[in-house]
T-cell receptor, first 115, second 115 residues
Framework: AQSVSQHNHHVILSEAASLELGCNYSYGGTVNLFWYVQYPGQHLQLLLKYFSGDPLVKGIKGFEAEFIKSKFSFNLRKPSVQWSDTAEYFCAVIPGSGGYQKVTFGTGTKLQVIP | GAGVSQSPRYKVAKRGQDVALRCDPISGHVSLFWYQQALGQGPEFLTYFQNEAQLDKSGLPSDRFFAERPEGSVSTLKIQRTQQEDSAVYLC?????????????FGPGTRLTVL
């Protein structure tokens, strides 16, 4: 069964610092990759997604992620974080390119941005 | 409505009680998913519906868990004889499926506490 690893459980950054959150998955075939964000008191929202094409994906609020197939990684980045980016971030994977497949989520990374 | 809604938002049950959790997906969304999110963890898949058909229930942790979507829209997750280990946030998500990728839109969740 596939798994998703998010090695950073809790990250604390000052405003304007750069962010990189790691995500590694274990699945050898085609994958669809997602980053979801959960702001305090709110529900999970899609930040960005990768299905095919350009491995550098740009999402909302200045976030981007790079799919590196050889490393089975899909790390999330932002050049300069803001206090409003304080949230929990989840990486998710769906294997396969057609038909229904289960989503596997990572355990999440809590980001705290200090003003 | 504009998004996925769930009710109740909070539920406290005594051990042994039955509970029913409701999900209203985005109108027109074919696929509906239920997840269980324990404290400090990512969402864990429970079950999947395509219209009214329950195509995958492999994530349901025991036969005390039952889900239905009789008319292909609203879904109910029922937990019989609740146990303390059932305490979690139960998330519902829906997707259009034919959108060209399996982007799931999440509801706010129901936080279940079993005493």
């Amino acid at each position: 069964a596939q798994s998703v690893s998010q090695h950073n459980h809790h990250v604390i950054l000052s405003e304007a610092a750069s962010l990189e959150l790691g995500c590694n998955y274990s699945y050898g075939g085609t994958v669809n990759l997602f980053w979801y964000v959960q702001y305090p008191g709110q529900h999970l929202q899609l930040l960005l997604k990768y299905f095919s094409g350009d491995p550098l994906v740009k999402g909302i609020k200045g976030f981007e992620a790079e799919f590196i197939k050889s490393k089975f990684s899909f790390n999330l980045r932002k050049p300069s974080v803001q206090w409003s980016d304080t949230a929990e971030y989840f990486c998710a994977v769906i294997p396969g390119s057609g038909g229904y497949q289960k989503v596997t989520f990572g355990t999440g990374t809590k980001l705290q941005v200090i003003p | 409505g504009a998004g996925v809604s769930q009710s109740p938002r909070y539920k406290v049950a005594k051990r042994g009680q039955d509970v029913a959790l409701r999900c209203d997906p985005i109108s027109g969304h074919v696929s509906l998913f239920w997840y269980q999110q324990a404290l400090g963890q990512g969402p864990e898949f429970l079950t999947y519906f395509q219209n009214e058909a329950q195509l995958d229930k492999s994530g349901l942790p025991s036969d005390r868990f039952f889900a239905e979507r009789p008319e292909g829209s609203v879904s109910t997750l029922k937990i019989q004889r609740t146990q303390q280990e059932d305490s979690a946030v139960y998330l519902c998500a829906s997707s259009l499926q034919r959108e060209g990728g399996y982007t799931q839109y999440f509801g706010p969740g129901t936080r279940l506490t079993v005493l």
